[in-house]
């Protein structure tokens, strides 16, 4: 089955970067959608950035456009996600995510259309 491995995570102050990393065992599929989601204390499950892993296209939700940006390294089946400018409100445990889509569907940015998942890395933003 396929794994998710994440790493990365940490205590930062505002302001600071952190660079979160999944590897995936494989991709479930030939063509994949994979999302990195957030999840702090109390709230729901909120989407940041997908990527496809055939092509580059990718997409961010409005709060971290500018600040995050997600990439991949296909050799080693690993997405990334690069955080600069971190804010408090940032805080969160973060999710990577997987799911095969047919070619030429829209990825998804509901965390219900994927069906891997990894175990989360916990980032921590200090005023």
């Known amino acids: 089955q396929v794994q998710l491995t994440e790493s990365g995570g940490g205590s930062v102050q505002t302001g600071g970067s952190l660079r979160l990393s999944c590897a995936a065992s494989?991709?479930?599929?030939?063509?994949?959608?994979m999302g990195w989601f957030r999840q702090a204390p109390g709230k729901e499950r909120e989407w940041v950035a997908l990527?496809?892993?055939?092509?580059?296209?990718?997409s961010y939700v409005d709060s971290v456009k500018g600040r995050f940006t997600i990439s991949r390294d296909s050799a080693s089946t690993t997405v990334f996600l690069q955080m600069n400018s971190l804010k408090p409100e940032d805080t969160a445990t973060y999710y990577c995510?997987?799911?095969?889509?047919?070619?030429?569907?829209?990825?998804?940015?509901?965390?219900?259309?994927?069906?891997?998942w990894g175990q989360g890395t916990q980032v921590t933003v200090s005023s």
């Open positions: 990527i496809r892993t055939s092509g580059n296209f990718a």
């Open positions: 995510a997987v799911t095969p889509f047919p070619y030429g569907s829209r990825c998804s940015k509901e965390a219900m259309n994927y069906n891997y």
């Open positions: 494989a991709y479930p599929g030939s063509n994949n959608c």
